[in-house]
């Protein structure tokens, strides 16, 4: 009687363990694994449907996440992304600005009392909030987004994780394109003809201004380079992790063809005026050219590593060499890139942007 | 020789070594206008400078303000860290060791955070809060109940300084980090990059009339670093003359602080240089405490601005050499016992 219990037990046993096997493997298959910036792989078991971004220079990884469809249907939670131009993220998405944010130093306390699906960050925040998280149980994913180098390996990553890798190639194309025509025009350019360009972001200090360079490893020297022409300051700046002041006399002996000004929390235009009237910036060559000018913006600066960057640096190269990249119609870019990358659609949106960024270089003198 | 005519000469050669310190520090001054990033790094004799208006702008607008700011500065530091060392006698004592810096600073950052536009908020806002910080080390070291005033000094110091260190530090938690927190930064480390003929003239007076009231009341400073009863037994009134020249010292402190950032070590060391070359007696060692501030700060400035094609802030290279002299004077002091 026993025995011939025991072979329908086992038969059943059989049948459930691959059953599960089974139920195991389907749900593999519909696992999305990605790597983030720490090397760190992430498994998610199924599409994200509330989003976190924390810490500071958060608006660095919303940038890329907006370039995806699948962030329409997610509920967000960001903390501070204007920079003082403005709030791109609410323009394009109003409820945004409704909803109080998250505060850039939040704990990770805070955070996982959000109860996010997933938790995105810059990498500089993997030991203060990515590895509490991780000991937490929060689902996190770290971007570093500081090169093109890494715009390309983390847009990849990001469209694995968001199961649709087609729109992270699209991306990418659409980046390639333009900076594929960049490059080419710029490798014609012969080593004699190359402009010296300095990059320097403004700072007022009560009520006194200082100027400060990038370090060699930035993304805002590789757009000088691209652009082809010659980061003067290139060297200087090597072992700092941030920006770095220089004096004027340093600036002087430098003698550039151009100076480009960079603010990222005022408009540029206002140290334009002050470096215009200046007595002591008046000798300078680059001022008695002409050759000092603003930045372009619209709710953000396009020279740092946001997804603007590229058209920082198609008007970089059309300022510097205007013969060159005389094709080039800045306010259509402008605008392509916000139909093409963020699929924007509402032409007052697209008006308020156009028009920001005209605005924000109409002082220049070139 | 009579003890009167040993007295004499010793007056008289310290009276030429106060006059060829003084002399040496301007003609480094003067010389240190050639030192600099332009045209060529490192130290240059602009011949064609009539001819270049830049280089004619550089020297004269940049560097020669810039120089007079770091000898102001250097000075009154200076002065303000002899005067505090006298009042408390106590070596170890400088505005930072009683939290007037600290104070200062976090006045400053406040002001900066809550988007205060100009110089005078930013300036007065330090000053309120170095004096605020001296009055409650001051109070703290009388409530406590241990050790003797000396080190309940120093203790109250290191709490008031810790109190504003944090204030300080959540000012930082809370500023913005693309404006304000690179502004609370530069503070923190000192600069005189943004040195003007402006700037230099909105604290220029108040510093001077600090100083001249320090220098005239030096006679003061040797009687009140005998204590309180002796002071007042040879008739003068310590609580009163201590009060106007600790204001008058964090005054002057503040002030320049609020130009140039923190900057540490002068207030400390340079006395100390000043009375191992010239004795514990104020009437020639304060003075040269403050000619030896001038020059320790413009040759740390002129470090600062020529090595690097990036600004040095001046607080890291006080700091290195501060650090290093105090090692070597209390080595030699240590040598000297031993003997």
């Known amino acids: ?366 | 020789m009579t003890a009167s005519e040993g007295y004499t000469r010793q007056i008289k050669r310290r009276r030429r070594a106060l006059v060829a310190m003084t002399v040496a520090t301007l003609l480094f001054a003067l010389l240190s206008l050639f030192f600099g990033r332009y045209p060529k790094p490192g130290f240059f004799l602009p011949f064609g400078w009539r001819s270049d208006a830049l280089m004619r702008s550089i020297l004269f607008n940049v560097r020669l303000p810039r120089i007079a700011l770091s000898l102001l500065a250097g000075s009154m530091l200076s002065a303000s860290g002899y005067a505090f060392q006298m009042l408390f006698s106590n070596p170890l004592v400088e505005p930072g060791f009683l939290g007037v810096s600290q104070g200062s600073a976090f006045g400053a950052a406040l002001m900066i955070v809550l988007g205060a536009g100009s110089t005078a908020a930013v300036q007065a806002s330090a000053t309120v809060f170095g004096l605020l910080a001296l009055v409650a080390s001051y109070v703290l070291a009388r409530r406590f109940r241990f050790g003797g005033w000396l080190l309940r000094l120093v203790l109250s110091g290191i709490a008031v300084s810790a109190i504003f260190s944090s204030a300080l530090a959540t000012v930082k938690l809370v500023a913005e980090p693309t404006k304000d927190l690179q502004d609370i930064t530069f503070w923190m480390m000192g600069g005189l990059w943004n040195a003007s003929w402006r700037q230099l003239f909105s604290i220029l007076w108040i510093v001077l009339l600090c100083q001249a009231i320090i220098i005239s009341q030096r006679w003061k400073l040797n009687l009140l670093s005998l204590g309180e009863k002796t002071s007042f037994s040879v008739g003068i009134n310590p609580k009163r003359d201590r009060t106007i020249l600790l204001v008058v010292a964090t005054v002057g402190t503040t002030l320049v602080i609020s130009i140039t950032g923190l900057i540490g070590w002068v207030g400390l060391i340079t006395p100390h240089l000043a009375r191992k070359m010239f004795g514990s007696e104020s009437s020639f060692s304060l003075p040269a405490s403050m000619v030896i501030g001038a020059f320790f700060l413009l040759s740390s400035d002129t470090i600062g601005r020529t090595l690097l094609p990036t600004e040095i802030p001046i607080g890291l290279v006080t700091s290195l050499f501060g650090a290093a002299i105090f090692i070597i004077i209390l080595s030699l002091k240590h040598q000297g016992g031993k003997a």
């Open chain 1, 1 to 366: 009687m026993k025995k011939r219990l025991l072979i329908p037990i086992l038969l059943l046993c059989t049948t459930l363990l691959v059953a599960q096997g089974v139920r195991d493997g389907a749900g593999t298959r519909h696992m999305q694994s990605a790597i983030d910036a720490n090397g760190r792989t992430l498994l998610l078991d199924g599409p994200v449907g509330d989003l976190l971004i924390a810490g500071k220079a958060g608006n660095m990884p919303a940038n890329a996440l907006f370039l995806f469809p699948e962030v329409e249907g997610m509920h967000l939670t960001l903390p501070k992304t204007d920079q003082g131009l403005g709030d791109f993220f609410s323009l394009i998405r109003s409820e945004l600005d409704q909803q109080s944010r998250l505060s850039q130093t939040a704990s990770v306390e805070e955070i996982a009392a959000r109860g996010a699906d997933l938790v995105l960050m810059k990498a500089t925040h993997y030991e203060s909030i990515a590895k509490k998280l991780d000991q937490l149980g929060v689902k996190n994913f770290t971007m570093s987004l500081e090169t093109w180098d890494e715009w390309q390996a983390e847009i990849v990553q990001l469209g694995a994780l968001l199961s649709n890798p087609d729109r992270a190639a699209e991306i990418l194309s659409l980046y390639r394109t333009r900076l594929d025509l960049i490059e080419q025009r710029a490798a014609q350019i012969a080593g004699n003809e190359q402009k010296r360009v300095l990059l320097l972001q403004a700072d007022r200090t009560d009520n006194t201004t200082s100027y400060k360079i990038a370090p060699d490893g930035w993304m805002q020297t590789w757009m000088v380079e691209t652009s082809g022409a010659v980061p003067v300051w290139k060297g200087a700046n090597k072992a700092a992790a941030g920006w770095s002041t220089v004096s004027f006399e340093q600036i002087a002996a430098w003698d550039p063809d151009l100076i480009v000004l960079i603010s990222y929390s005022t408009p540029t235009a206002s140290y334009l005026y002050g470096i215009y009237n200046s007595p002591l910036w008046a000798d300078l060559r680059a001022v008695k050219e002409g050759a000092v000018v603003a930045s372009p913006h619209d709710l953000m600066n396009y020279i740092q590593p946001v997804a603007s960057w590229i058209l920082g640096l198609q008007w970089l190269a059309k300022t510097t060499y205007p013969d060159r990249y005389a094709d080039i119609d800045m306010t259509a870019e402008v605008e392509r890139f916000y139909r093409e990358f963020y699929s924007i659609s509402d032409e007052s949106i697209i008006t308020t942007l156009t028009d920001a960024y005209s605005r924000s270089i109409s002082d220049n003198r070139r």
